[in-house]
């Protein structure tokens, strides 16, 4: 009789944004690469994942009800999880304020939310695997 191994269980990333239209794009994408996602649109439903999942992976935008609110919810993610690879969502460019919020709050990447899901997604997961030394779980030969 032929011995099956058990697959490996899909991984899991929490994509929080106000913008419904971003959330179905990434969660999308990022089911298209293998990745569960969980989504929330607000501080309270994000806070509420976090306690009831593991998270590998955590996409936030910088602001869910006013600017750079994003940021303390990075934080805490990072904080929870700190093997998580942590990314935000901007929607303008990166300035000296927002690099400085990143090292803070141990956010790992600023990514430009005017990029295509799909690419970014693909940019997202290349970046964690090599942060993560290429020891993701969908990597790993059992």
Same mark, same amino acid.
């Given at each position: 009789?032929?011995?099956?191994?058990?697959?490996?269980?899909?991984? $899991?990333?929490?994509?929080?944004?106000?913008?419904?239209?971003v959330?179905?794009?990434?969660?999308?994408?990022?089911g298209? *690469?293998?990745?569960?996602?969980i989504?929330?649109?607000?501080?309270?439903?994000?806070?509420?994942?976090?306690?009831?999942? @593991?998270?590998?992976?955590?996409?936030?935008?910088?602001?869910?009800?006013?600017?750079?609110?994003?940021?303390?919810?990075?934080?805490?993610?990072h $904080?929870?999880?700190?093997?998580?690879?942590?990314?935000?969502?901007?929607?303008?460019?990166?300035?000296?304020?927002?690099?400085?919020?990143?090292?803070? @709050?141990?956010v790992?990447?600023? @990514?430009?939310?005017?990029?295509?899901?799909?690419? $970014?997604?693909?940019?997202?997961?290349? *970046?964690?695997?090599?942060?993560?030394?290429?020891?993701? *779980?969908t990597?790993?030969?059992?």
């Amino acid at each position: 009789m032929k011995k099956t191994s058990a697959p490996l269980p899909r991984r $899991l990333a929490l994509v929080v944004h106000p913008d419904l239209a971003v959330l179905s794009s990434v969660q999308s994408a990022l089911g298209n *690469r293998g990745i569960n996602a969980i989504v929330a649109r607000d501080l309270p439903t994000a806070l509420l994942a976090i306690n009831q999942h @593991y998270f590998e992976l955590a996409v936030v935008a910088t602001h869910l009800q006013e600017n750079g609110d994003g940021w303390p919810l990075a934080g805490v993610i990072h $904080l929870v999880f700190p093997k998580a690879f942590v990314c935000v969502l901007s929607p303008n460019e990166p300035d000296v304020l927002s690099l400085q919020s990143a090292i803070n @709050y141990g956010v790992r990447e600023i @990514y430009s939310q005017s990029s295509a899901a799909p690419e $970014l997604v693909d940019a997202i997961i290349t *970046r964690a695997d090599s942060a993560m030394g290429g020891t993701s *779980r969908t990597s790993r030969v059992q």
